[in-house]
């Protein structure tokens, strides 16, 4: 029954939630152009991806009400089928509460008298999901946010509640809140690993990008980030145990190794190195 366990690299499910103007739309763009060449986008926003036409090359297929979950889930196998790296899709939102969506549905029902209200409704959304976590390329869902950040509903460890069936985050590998304040974001879940240690003393990090697309598409392929340079300048820098020889060895990697790093590992080891300096200064005192 049982047998060695192998290490399992999904295609990469990735949440953005954030309320409107956030840059959504335009984030998921810049991180499918580090995932893949051939993106596809369903889009169910009147003025959505199409305003970036200019600045991302993707398929553009939309989805006007009412927002039927069948209509998304066809959108997506159809996705899937003609082989594209990744799939954007663009409100996941409106499924639900957009008009035609869930809830009109389920309101629907329950003004025609029905006993069980939400039993196709709830079978459509079901298969919904199934698509998109069956889905063989790599999927990016935006999610409205309607509220100011300082007000958004927190659930379980942190995680902003969007717009959507009340456990919808757990579908996902990596979810990040999109701030409308400097265009940052801050990962609230991340299974990958990719992001971390790439944020800023309040937890916020610059807007998703074409380079952090990159960094995720290595690690579904099963490729180290930095290629192992990250690990043997950890190992290297945390072997340090007084201030002055840890800023030796950082301005060492500074003028030799860390040039030829990518600009998110240097910026991780930044991070590294200061919280390791924070670590050795009460032992310096």
């Given at each position: 029954?049982?047998s060695?366990?192998?290490?399992?690299?999904p295609?990469?499910r990735?949440?953005?939630c954030?309320?409107s103007?956030?840059?959504?739309?335009r984030g998921?763009?810049?991180?499918a152009s580090?995932?893949?060449k051939?993106i596809a986008?369903?889009?169910?926003?009147?003025?959505?991806?199409?305003?970036?036409?200019?600045d991302?090359?993707?398929?553009?297929?939309r989805?006007?009400p009412?927002?039927a979950?069948?209509?998304l889930?066809r959108?997506?196998?159809e996705?899937?089928?003609r082989?594209?790296?990744?799939?954007?899709?663009?409100?996941?939102?409106?499924?639900?509460?957009?008009?035609?969506?869930v809830l009109?549905?389920?309101?629907?029902?329950?003004s025609l008298?029905?006993?069980?209200?939400?039993?196709?409704?709830?079978?459509?959304?079901?298969?919904?999901l199934?698509?998109?976590?069956?889905?063989?390329?790599?999927?990016i869902s935006t999610?409205?946010?309607?509220?100011?950040h300082g007000?958004?509903?927190?659930g379980a460890?942190?995680i902003?509640?969007?717009?959507?069936?009340?456990?919808?985050?757990h579908?996902?590998l990596?979810v990040?809140?999109?701030?409308p304040?400097?265009?940052?974001?801050?990962v609230s879940?991340?299974?990958t690993?990719?992001?971390?240690g790439?944020?800023?003393?309040?937890g916020r990090m610059?807007?998703?990008?074409?380079?952090?697309?990159h960094?995720?598409?290595?690690?579904?392929?099963?490729?180290t980030?930095?290629?192992?340079?990250?690990?043997?300048a950890?190992?290297?820098l945390?072997?340090?145990r007084?201030?002055e020889?840890l800023?030796r060895?950082?301005?060492?990697w500074e003028a030799?190794?860390?040039?030829?790093?990518?600009?998110?590992?240097r910026?991780?080891l930044r991070h590294?190195?200061?919280?390791?300096?924070?670590e050795l200064?009460?032992?310096?005192?």
């Amino acid at each position: 029954m049982f047998s060695p366990a192998s290490q399992l690299r999904p295609f990469l499910r990735l949440a953005l939630c954030g309320p409107s103007g956030s840059g959504k739309t335009r984030g998921a763009l810049a991180l499918a152009s580090g995932m893949g060449k051939r993106i596809a986008v369903l889009d169910t926003e009147p003025l959505g991806a199409a305003l970036y036409a200019a600045d991302f090359g993707f398929d553009l297929a939309r989805i006007t009400p009412p927002y039927a979950p069948e209509c998304l889930a066809r959108g997506v196998r159809e996705a899937g089928e003609r082989g594209y790296d990744v799939l954007v899709v663009d409100c996941l939102s409106r499924p639900w509460n957009g008009p035609g969506g869930v809830l009109d549905m389920v309101a629907e029902n329950r003004s025609l008298g029905m006993r069980q209200p939400w039993a196709a409704p709830g079978e459509a959304h079901e298969d919904m999901l199934l698509a998109l976590r069956e889905a063989p390329c790599h999927v990016i869902s935006t999610l409205r946010v309607n509220a100011p950040h300082g007000s958004w509903r927190d659930g379980a460890e942190g995680i902003p509640c969007p717009e959507q069936r009340r456990d919808i985050l757990h579908e996902f590998l990596t979810v990040a809140r999109m701030l409308p304040e400097g265009r940052s974001m801050q990962v609230s879940k991340d299974v990958t690993g990719v992001f971390m240690g790439l944020s800023d003393e309040h937890g916020r990090m610059p807007s998703p990008c074409a380079e952090h697309g990159h960094r995720l598409l290595r690690w579904h392929q099963g490729v180290t980030v930095g290629g192992g340079i990250m690990g043997r300048a950890l190992k290297n820098l945390g072997a340090s145990r007084d201030p002055e020889e840890l800023a030796r060895r950082w301005a060492w990697w500074e003028a030799r190794g860390n040039k030829q790093s990518p600009s998110l590992l240097r910026d991780s080891l930044r991070h590294a190195v200061a919280d390791r300096l924070l670590e050795l200064a009460p032992r310096a005192r």
